[in-house]
T-cell receptor
């Protein structure tokens, strides 16, 4: 079985400070992991993905995530938050025979000017 | 290469009417997924289809909901006799034969009045 837990439903940071959005996964297989971002009333945009290559994955807009198998984590980070980063972020796991993408419940990021 | 196209973007239906949501996958993608997003919630898997086949419909309500992905044309998510609780954003995603990433459409926002 596969699942994803996003540990924080809301995160608030000041503009220019680091961002950390936490994600833990559970998978019986070697997982593929993704982070998607959703701006208000918009679709989902892929930020980055891990598919068993380098454990530190760089994505768009300065985001990156590190796959840590020992901790079953795939936390999303950014060194310096920008106002435009305010959005909903989803951690997603896929893999195995089900061929589904399993979504976390999302983390709402607020950036304070 | 156009992205995943969903239409309509917004759909208003009265209780008891039928709603038809369309999804055209990206060119060359043979896997389609439908997800539902209720207000303030994450995306819930509904159904996974390949051309002319339903692979996994474990997330679909047993009544009133159906999905198809014909040999030609878009995938259709059909909701019969809509009720207020069906109001949500419905997202479609597609992926290529070798699944390692899902590309999402902009979603259809269904409002039942």
């Amino acid at each position: 079985a596969q699942s994803v837990t996003q540990l924080d439903s809301h995160v608030s940071v000041s503009e220019g400070t680091p961002v950390l959005l936490r994600c833990n996964y559970s998978s019986s297989y070697s997982p593929s992991l993704f982070w998607y971002v959703q701006h208000p009333n918009k679709g989902l945009q892929l930020l980055l993905k891990y598919t068993s290559a380098a454990t530190l994955v760089k994505g768009i807009n300065g985001f990156e995530a590190e796959f840590k198998k020992s901790e079953t984590s795939f936390h999303l980070t950014k060194p310096s938050a920008h106002m435009s980063d305010a959005a909903e972020y989803f951690c997603v796991v896929s893999g195995g025979t089900g061929n589904q993408f399993y979504f976390g419940t999302g983390t709402s990021l607020t950036v304070i000017p | 290469n156009a992205g995943v196209m969903q239409n309509p973007r917004h759909l208003v239906r009265r209780r008891g009417q039928e709603a038809r949501l369309r999804c055209s996958p990206m060119k060359g993608h043979s896997h389609v997924y439908w997800y539902r997003q209720l207000p303030e919630e994450g995306l819930k898997f509904m159904v996974y289809l390949q051309k002319e086949n339903i692979i996994d419909e474990s997330g679909m309500p047993k009544e009133r909901f159906s999905a198809e992905f014909p040999k030609e044309g878009p995938s259709i998510l059909r909701i019969q006799q809509v009720v207020r609780g069906d109001s949500a954003a419905y997202f479609c995603a597609s992926s290529p034969r070798t699944v390692n990433e899902a590309f999402f459409g902009q979603g259809t926002r269904l409002t039942v009045v």
